[in-house]
């Protein structure tokens, strides 16, 4: 008998790993909620009465072969969730969430190195790119009293805001903050009595640090969003004049210098991630009128051009995700509405505010799939919240914690409840 012999990879141990042919299979089928899986086997999963995440390997070799199949085409309703359980998943760690959710669907993935970890050689219908993890907790910064501030309220995973505590750093009003690296934050720029570039990082436990120099134009009133999973951006704002610079931040919290962005220059602006694949939307503002435009962005940080708007024209608004891959914008000095954002960027019409009409607020996700909008001012300062649930619904106002202040930032944190 004759034929070609099928190419064959040696692993480090000298080893060969064998063909998908050659896997051996479970005989059992797993229906648990919970499974650790070896190399080198194939397994049928039946999530008829419940998702299953499987655990991979913690020690895996290159070559290494595993094959998971929708036993009764149900991955769709509950999902089949992949912990990576240390090593990397395409290139991300096991932080990200892999998540397969077509029915039917058999995935085969292989072990490469340590760099990009587990590859999928093969997964039938499938978007297979990891998904950042969402943030449980927020915290609100910095802002307007009466006198800029550096008091910070941290916000739980169940949406209460906590009393104050005395902030770190230079304190000031009119900056902006995002989430980085997953389930940390940053706050930035702002006006401590003149314009400034400082930031402060904030930790995974809501720890602000101390004053960073910063890098870039001092301005305010910009704005800032998760991008790309784990990295932000500021963009916008008032240098002195109106502004369309952005600046990228890295996943370790590393601020880059300036680049000229794209769209009309603005400021007093609202943004704020979405999607699952890393976008974020920059929108609303003033020029030399309120505007209603937006600029949407791609997962690698590029500031798409100007989209006309929809909704009331407006400045000094708020935003947040909520749904774990949607986004709302709401308040703002010109229309108390919202407009929520679906996970491809399009911005609904207006749907009328609940609670106080206010703006030059500050909002966040918490609770993973949940939003936060809380003080903001009018002719005074509130303290006021406004909770969003999942389905992006604005309930009515509760009465903040914390000292009423206005011109503040909120970033998401910690991936812990």
Do not use: H
Not at 45 to 67: K, Y
Not at 77 to 94: A, M
Not at 120 to 127: I, Q
Not at 165 to 193: C, E, M, P, Q
């Amino acid at each position: 008998m004759s034929g070609k012999i099928i190419d064959n990879v040696t692993r480090s141990s000298g080893t060969i790993a064998p063909t998908t042919g050659g896997l051996s299979w479970e005989s059992a089928v797993i229906t648990a909620s919970t499974v650790t899986v070896e190399g080198n086997r194939g397994y049928y999963i039946n999530t008829t009465s419940n998702a299953c995440t499987v655990t991979l390997p913690s020690s895996a070799e290159i070559g290494d072969q595993i094959i998971l199949v929708d036993y009764a085409r149900n991955f769709a309703t509950n999902n089949l969730i992949i912990d990576s359980n240390g090593n990397k998943f395409q290139g991300e760690t096991d932080a990200f969430i892999v998540d397969y959710t077509t029915n039917a669907q058999s995935i085969s993935i292989v072990f490469s190195d340590s760099t990009k970890g587990w590859i999928p050689v093969s997964d039938d219908a499938v978007t297979d790119a990891p998904v950042a993890p969402q943030t449980q907790q927020a915290l609100f910064a910095y802002g307007n009293t009466g006198s800029v501030s550096s008091l910070k309220n941290l916000v739980n995973s169940s949406g209460v805001i906590a009393a104050d505590v005395t902030g770190v750093g230079t304190a000031r009003k009119n900056l902006a903050a995002a989430t980085y690296g997953i389930d940390k934050a940053i706050f930035g720029y702002g006006n401590s009595g003149s314009r400034t570039g400082i930031t402060n990082l904030v930790n995974s436990s809501g720890v602000v640090a101390a004053d960073t120099a910063g890098v870039g134009t001092a301005r305010e009133y910009l704005a800032a969003a998760k991008y790309g999973g784990d990295k932000a951006l500021f963009a916008y704002g008032n240098t002195g004049s109106l502004s369309s610079l952005k600046n990228l931040v890295s996943n370790t919290g590393v601020v880059a210098a300036d680049v000229t962005g794209v769209g009309t220059a603005r400021y007093i602006l609202a943004a704020v991630g979405y999607g699952s694949s890393g976008q974020a939307i920059f929108g609303y503002g003033y020029t030399s009128g309120n505007v209603s435009m937006t600029n949407l962005v791609g997962s690698t940080g590029t500031i798409g051009s100007d989209v006309t708007g929809v909704g009331t024209a407006r400045n000094g608004p708020a935003a947040a995700s909520y749904g774990g891959d949607k986004a709302l914008f709401a308040y703002g000095e010109g229309g108390n509405v919202k407009n929520l954002v679906s996970n491809t960027g399009v911005v609904a019409a207006d749907v009328a505010g609940v609670g106080t009409s206010r703006y030059i607020l500050a909002a966040s996700g918490y609770g993973a799939d949940k939003a936060v909008f809380a003080y903001g001012a009018t002719s005074g300062q509130f303290s006021l919240k406004n909770l969003v649930n999942n389905v992006g619904v604005v309930a009515a106002d509760v009465t903040g914690v914390g000292t009423a202040r206005s011109g503040l930032a909120a970033a998401g944190f910690s991936l812990s409840a």
